[in-house]
T-cell receptor, first 116, second 115 residues
């Protein structure tokens, strides 16, 4: 049982390049989330999904797209990377909705992205 | 709107001293509350959570937190700090009331433990 895994662990991009971050979970969780973590700003939700084939915007969705074609995978895409997207990205999953429930979110190890 | 405040972005304690990390929420309806810990270069993991069952909640690694409705607080404590407790700690709130599917996160408190 690997939990939540993220690929890649590190990446350096040049401004304007594109990339996709992959998140996979093997816990059969319905809900999945993408966060970014920046110094002094805590965790900010980018996008989330409430089930296979669904996506929704979080607090800071601009510049990112997501897809949930399979229940176990949640992809985060950057179409044209900008230096402001330099951050650590975390994926998380939960069995049910985190809002209004006591469900725990399980986090991946993170992807450290630098955009030059 | 629901919000959560963590007082003190950095806390430093000596090894063996009491650890106290503060968290206050804003809702008039007591929410569900969580503490997560992030060790260096790792993802977050659940430390403990308040589910309305008991006001004093015990978590992993000797941590506990007490829910105080009158103070709208859920402070995290540990009687004796260990070097391995050095990490970032996040308080989060889950609003019982609405259709919000998301956790509301505090900005985090970085705990340093000095020898």
């Amino acid at each position: 049982n690997a939990g939540v895994t993220q690929t890649p662990k590190f990446r350096v991009l040049k401004t304007g390049q594109s990339m996709t971050l992959l998140c996979a979970q093997d816990m059969n969780h319905e809900y999945m989330y993408w966060y970014r973590q920046d110094p002094g700003m805590g965790l900010r939700l980018i996008h989330y999904s409430v089930g296979e084939g669904t996506t929704a915007k979080g607090e800071v969705p601009d510049g990112y797209n997501v897809s949930r074609l399979k229940k176990q995978n949640f992809l985060l895409g950057l179409e044209s990377a900008a230096p402001s997207q330099t951050s650590v990205y975390f994926c998380a999953s939960s069995y049910g909705a985190s809002g209004g429930s006591t469900d725990t979110q399980y986090f991946g190890p993170g992807t450290r992205l630098t955009v030059l | 709107a629901q919000s959560v405040t963590q007082l003190g972005s950095h806390v430093s304690v000596s090894e063996g001293a009491l650890v106290l990390l503060r968290c206050n929420y804003s809702s008039s309806v007591p929410p569900y509350l969580f503490w997560y810990v992030q060790y260096p270069n790792q993802g977050l993991q659940l430390l403990l959570k308040y589910t309305s069952a008991a006001t004093l909640v015990k978590g992993i690694n000797g941590f506990e937190a007490e829910f105080k409705k009158s103070e709208t607080s859920f402070h995290l404590t540990k009687p004796s700090a260990h070097m391995s407790d050095a990490a970032e700690y996040f308080c989060a709130v889950s609003d019982k009331a609405g259709n919000n599917r998301k956790l509301i996160w505090g900005l985090g408190t970085s705990l340093a433990v000095n020898p």
